[in-house]
Structures are given as C-alpha cells and as structure tokens.
C-alpha cells in the first residue's frame, strides 16, 4: 500500500524526489524552511512530469501532481510519514539542526534517508534517539531519469531500517546500492573527483581544451557507461575477460596512473580558465536552458534504456 512521504527540503534535489515518490503512487508531503520554497518547487514538478510524459516516463502526471501537497510546518509534513526524505543545505551542522528538530517531532516508526552527496550520516546523527532510524540515501540529480540511490548506513543504523529504505527505493523504480560501511563522498562522488582531478590536470597541462575533454567522455567513455560500468567495461574489452585485461594493460596504465603528482587543491587559475572557456561556450543567461535541455536528454536516454532492457527481456 502507497505510504505517506515526506520531503524536508524541496530545492532542486528535494523537487526531483517528490516526483519520484508521487510517481510510484505516494502522497508526499513538501516541507522547507524558506520562504516561497514550496511554490517554486511545485512550479518545477509541474514543468518537469509534463517532461516526463512526453518521453512516455509517466502515464498520469496529473494524477503524480495531485498525490504532492504543500506542508503547514516540518510536524504536519511528518505527521503519518513512513519516510521521510531529507534534502537541506550539504553542511553537517545545517542538517544536525534539522535532525535535531525531527528527533523531537518523529513517530517511532518514521526512516528518514538523507540526501547528502558525501558527508556521512553518522555526522549528524549521532546521540539522537532517531539516529538508527537514519541513513543516506544519497541520488544522483534527477533522480527520476537517473535511478542510483547510494545507501550508507551510520555506525548505529538499525538493519531493518536498511531493509525497509531498499524496498521502498526498489518499488520506486530506484536502483539502490549498499555500502557496507561509512566513507566520505560514498562511491559515486570519489569516482567522480578522481576523473575530475584528472580533467583538471590534463587542461592545467594544455594537454587539450575542456571542450575536448568533455567529448572524450560524452563521445566515448560515457557512452559504454551509460549501460556498464568500469569492472563490466574491461571484462568485455579482452577475449579471457577481467583477468585477462590486467595481464595485457595493467603495467601501461599503471605507467600514467602513477605520473599524476598526489592530489592538490585546484588552482584559482585552473578553475578561472575551465568556467571562462564554458561561458564562451554557454553565457550564464543561457544555463538554466542547458540544464533543461541535459535532462531531456537524460530523459530520452532513459525511454531507450527502457526499451532496450524489454527487448532483450530484462
């Protein structure tokens, strides 16, 4: 039976999640401190599920849209909430202050899963009588074009509220993933700093533009990891498989791997030289319709994935 969901924090991460939930059937309730919030947020869910139908991703958006409705205060968004989503500012002590008011508010069944993209829940739940109803339940944005949710327990973090947080992510439509321990930025993050550190080093060098780097990914690697990731990718590029990749390439990768000097903050330089070459290419009066047009994209992406999987009868 649809539950009752709660989003505690409704920016861009929050919105995208309460489409997740209404689209599975939930009532979800919109919570967030900050005035005229909630009203931009529904504004966006409304744009985005008319999206989402045009790519065949929804039957009914005005059915998704009804099951969403505006919170009085954090007690009503919470009141009756089997779950609660929560999605404020990525600082530990922005959301320790909040969980310390849901810690005072909870009913002594609600999970809450927090959407933070790298600080450990065990940060800001510690000491608190709901800390193991708690744990990350970390999306990558959308999350209702891209389905990975990275879940990471606390220390305390009682199995049950795993369980219960994967069968609700499942019959979303999620794909969850589970840590079996607490790491800063969780999987997605340090995969993703360390392919970032190195573009950065690579156009700090002059090796190449950033334009060109970025094709190197879209036009080449990011289309095989669209479908496969980087374990699955290397066992298929070698005739004997995973093993018989290493035994080919090992020593030449591991010749260019270890030329990158240890990690350093990047420079102001890099950083002004990198944004100065995307503004030629994209004016910041133009990037809230880029970020419209990368989600169409990745919405197209996801019918064809869809179809694709039925087709080969996943």
């Known amino acids: ?72 205060g954090l007690a009503d968004a919470l009141d009756g909430a089997a ?17 310390e008011r849901i810690d005072g508010i909870a009913g002594p069944d609600l999970v809450v899963g927090s959407s933070s993209s790298g600080i450990p829940c065990s940060t800001f739940t510690e000491g608190l009588d709901i800390g193991p109803r708690c744990l990350v339940a970390h999306p990558i944005n959308p999350p209702y074009v ?90 298929l590029n070698a005739p004997g498989g995973l093993a018989d990749f290493c035994a080919r390439l090992h020593d030449g990768f591991y010749e260019f791997v270890k030329q990158s000097e240890p990690a350093q903050p990047l420079s102001d330089a890099v950083v002004s030289k990198a944004h100065e070459e995307r503004r030629g290419r994209l004016p910041m009066a133009e990037h809230g319709d880029r970020q419209a047009w990368r989600d169409r994209r990745l919405m197209g992406l996801a019918a064809h994935l869809r179809d694709a999987g039925r087709d080969a009868g996943e």
């Open 1 to 72: 039976m649809p539950e009752k969901i709660a989003i505690v924090g409704v920016g861009l991460v929050g919105s995208a999640w309460a489409i997740v939930f209404a689209r599975a059937g939930h009532r979800v309730a919109l919570y967030d401190a900050t005035e005229g919030q909630c009203e931009a947020a529904l504004a966006r869910i409304e744009t985005n599920l008319e999206a989402l139908q045009g790519h065949g991703l929804i039957d009914d958006p005005a059915a998704a849209r009804a099951r969403i409705a505006v919170s009085t």
């Open 83 to 99: 779950y609660a989503q929560e999605s404020v500012f990525e600082r530990a002590d922005v959301k320790r202050a909040v969980y």
């Open 146 to 235: 891209i389905p990975l949710v990275e879940m990471v327990p606390a220390p305390w973090t009682e199995e049950e509220t795993a369980s219960r947080c994967w069968a609700l992510m499942e019959a979303a439509g999620m794909k969850p993933v589970r840590l079996t321990r607490e790491i800063d930025g969780f999987i997605a993050n340090r995969l993703q700093a360390a392919l970032l550190w190195e573009a950065f080093r690579l156009l700090e060098g002059g090796y190449a533009t950033a334009k060109d780097i970025d094709t190197t990914i879209s036009a080449g690697l990011g289309r095989r990891w669209a479908f496969i990731g980087p374990f699955e990718t290397i066992d």
